[in-house]
């Protein structure tokens, strides 16, 4: 009778073990799946950052490696574009706000800090006195450049980015400087503005035409579309902007006719 217990129990013990061992045997594979999707996850997110990182150019890709014509331009078009249109996003929500407070009686601190900044980036003097805030030049100055006039004009005046200056000056707007204003960095093009990227050429491409006294006209025809509630585009605009180039109407001519070949493209960035 006992010997028959002992048999018993030991087949259960047995049994027991048994099954817990097979539940480790199965479990292995799922805890091996469950800790190979961490590795995963955490191998993504950082292939992820790689990918993110490496896609916010600084310069330009050497577009020379893109046979001419339409896959250069698509190349083009889809490193420059964003850029431009980064920019003007960030002037149209500085724009929305200096109009949603034009007709406020009250600044905050904050707020008077803002203003003086832009008033400082766009060449505005204001002394901070809010009852005496020069809103007409404000409005006027900050303001978008049309996104497919700025990006017909980065393709004209550097060649379809593959110019010197725009792959070592990061330049894409034939933006000359002074000479005293000048470095002259082994390996960049003298004479000429360069940018530590295409982001600040292109910020200095557009506060250059919303603040340099040649442009004057420039920016009052636009001013003169918003009081009529007229959209700014740049088949309104490209024959509004004078002395850019020595060429006069003949360089207007030609990036209108550029721009107007060209706009399907342009339309896929």
Same mark, same amino acid.
């Given at each position: ?47 992820? /950052? ?34 431009? /249109? ?44 809010? /009852? ?20 017909? *004009? ?92 020595? /060429? ?17 493209? *342009?339309?896929?960035?």
């Amino acid at each position: 009778m006992i010997k028959t217990l002992i048999k018993q129990l030991g087949g259960a013990i047995f049994l027991l073990l048994s099954m817990g061992l097979y539940n480790t045997v199965l479990a292995s594979p799922q805890v091996a799946e469950a800790h190979s999707k961490t590795l995963n996850t955490k191998s993504t997110a950082h292939s992820t /950052k790689e990918y993110s990182r490496k896609s916010e150019m600084s310069s330009l890709p050497d577009l020379r490696k893109y046979p001419s014509g339409t896959p250069r331009k698509k190349a083009f078009f889809r490193a420059v574009m964003p850029y431009i /249109k980064q920019q003007n996003a960030e002037i149209t929500a500085e724009r929305n706000w200096l109009i949603k407070k034009r007709y406020s009686s009250r600044f905050s601190l904050t707020e008077i800090t803002r203003l003086k900044d832009i008033t400082r980036r766009y060449k505005i003097a204001w002394q901070g006195n809010t /009852k005496r805030i020069p809103w007409n030049s404000l409005l006027e100055r900050v303001d978008i450049i049309p996104t497919k006039m700025a990006a017909t *004009m980065a393709a004209v005046e550097s060649g379809w980015g593959t110019s010197k200056l725009a792959r070592s000056n990061n330049n894409l707007f034939g933006m000359k400087c002074a000479k005293k204003h000048c470095n002259s960095e082994p390996g960049k093009v003298k004479g000429y503005q360069h940018y530590g990227s295409l982001k600040e050429g292109v910020n200095s491409y557009v506060i250059n035409l919303n603040t340099h006294p040649a442009y004057s006209s420039f920016r009052k025809s636009r001013a003169q579309l918003r009081k009529s509630d007229q959209e700014v585009t740049a088949s309104t605009m490209i024959h509004k902007l004078e002395g850019y180039s020595q /060429k006069g109407n003949r360089y207007n001519n030609y990036l209108f006719a550029l721009y107007q070949s060209n706009q399907s493209l *342009m339309s896929l960035y």
